[in-house]
């Protein structure tokens, strides 16, 4: 998958310059068109029209009080059932959870799955049984525009496998999800 991407990278004209950084910021706003050139930390020119600034991302839980126990990250500890640790009706899901997985809104929606059955069971008197399993590989769709991009799903023995272009671009390429989250919030 990272050679087919690389492949389509090259194809469409990006240069890719790994292992590197910018020795500083450039002097026009991230996110803002227009051309500047700054030098990376090798000492080498880069010209370009845009740039972003990508340095991860981290999550604010500082907000939360001592009853919600959290991990060194501050993240939220849960169970299987995605309750938070020590109860029995509080649950939390997404970014913030410590479940050992990358955090995507993807994974969050299969949270948000679980959190939803465990509650309609609350509200019938029923046992919450509903538990989350991560899964075992890398899920990811990248499209590069609407009818390029590379993915990766696992298979049915729950081994990484490179989905075909078609699976990218219907997925995700072609309209970026919007008219999944349009039928699923009924706009
Ligand atoms: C650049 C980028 C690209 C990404 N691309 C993808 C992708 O292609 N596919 C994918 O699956 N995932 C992607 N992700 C990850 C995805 O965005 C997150 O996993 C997802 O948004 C997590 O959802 P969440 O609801 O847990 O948290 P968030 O979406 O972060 O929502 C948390 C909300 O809580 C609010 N909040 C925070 N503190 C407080 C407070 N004290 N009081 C009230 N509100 C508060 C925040 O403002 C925010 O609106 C990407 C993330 C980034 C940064």
Do not use: C
Request: negative net charge; aromatic residues 6%.
């Amino acid at each position: 998958m990272v050679a087919d991407l690389h492949r389509q990278l090259d194809e469409i004209g990006v240069e890719l310059r790994l292992g590197t950084a910018l020795a500083a910021e450039p002097a026009s706003a991230p996110g803002t068109a227009g051309e500047f050139t700054a030098v990376t930390a090798d000492g080498a020119e880069l010209t370009a029209d845009i740039w972003f600034g990508a340095y991860g991302s981290r999550i604010h839980t500082d907000y939360l009080d001592g009853a919600v126990p959290r991990n060194e990250l501050g993240q939220v500890k849960v169970t299987e059932r995605l309750t938070v640790q020590g109860h029995e009706t509080v649950y939390a899901l997404g970014d913030i959870t410590d479940v050992a997985e990358t955090k995507m809104a993807a994974m969050a929606m299969r949270h948000a799955e679980v959190v939803a059955a465990n509650i309609l069971a609350h509200s019938k008197g029923t046992e919450p049984e509903a538990v989350y399993a991560p899964i075992p590989v890398k899920v990811i769709l990248l499209p590069l525009g609407p009818a390029a991009g590379v993915g990766q799903f696992p298979n049915e023995l729950g081994a990484a496998f490179q989905v075909p272009l078609e699976t990218v671009v219907q997925m995700k390429g072609a309209g970026m999800m919007l008219g999944h989250f349009r039928e699923l919030f009924n706009v």
